[in-house]
């Protein structure tokens, strides 16, 4: 099986965070700005690290997590998103997540980081689906999964928040 700590794209490396991009992930996750939509307010510094420790055991114990994404040709951490096992609708699936700076917003970086997400998933883990979830109100999000050829499969309230469930249809391509 391909070592997924590392994958470049085309303009990205997506890799394993580094005890070097704490800063850069408590920044993602506690930033009102990268907060925007109702569903998931800032988490305080503490909430941070202990979500990074999550995602860290993640890879120690599934293989795949979370990725740092930066500039394939070098340069600061733009934002994190990958793949995350998860159970959904008493479902096992790839839950796809992505959350970056806005320096990096509109430059089509989470499609390219979720399409190597999908590809890894349908090589490495094919008899899992692959989900997004999201808030009904966050549109770049919901544009994301729609580029990326999600359907929509469901609309439900999530923490008091509408969300919607995408699903990635038939076998992944």
């Not at 580094?18 to 996750?29: K, N, R, Y």
């Not at 990725?67 to 699936?93: I, N, Q, T, Y």
């Amino acid at each position: 099986m391909p070592d997924p700590s590392e994958i470049r794209t085309r303009r990205l490396l997506l890799r394993r965070p580094l005890p070097s991009d704490t800063e850069a992930f408590v920044e993602v996750h506690t930033s009102p700005e990268t907060h925007a939509y109702p569903g998931v307010a800032p988490r305080t510094r503490a909430e941070s690290l202990r979500l990074l420790e999550l995602f860290q055991r993640d890879w120690d114990t599934h293989g795949v997590g979370y990725w740092a994404v930066l500039p394939a040709a070098g340069g600061e951490v733009l934002g994190f998103g990958g793949l995350r096992h998860s159970v959904d609708e008493g479902e096992k699936v790839l839950n796809l997540y992505f959350r970056f700076l806005p320096v990096a917003w509109g430059h089509g970086y989470a499609p390219e980081m979720g399409h190597a997400a999908v590809r890894w998933a349908q090589r490495n883990r094919p008899e899992l689906p692959v989900v997004i979830a999201t808030a009904t109100s966050n549109t770049p999000a919901l544009r994301v999964a729609e580029k990326l050829g999600f359907q929509r499969v469901l609309e439900r309230i999530h923490e008091g928040v509408p969300e919607v469930l995408f699903r990635l249809p038939g076998p992944l391509t």
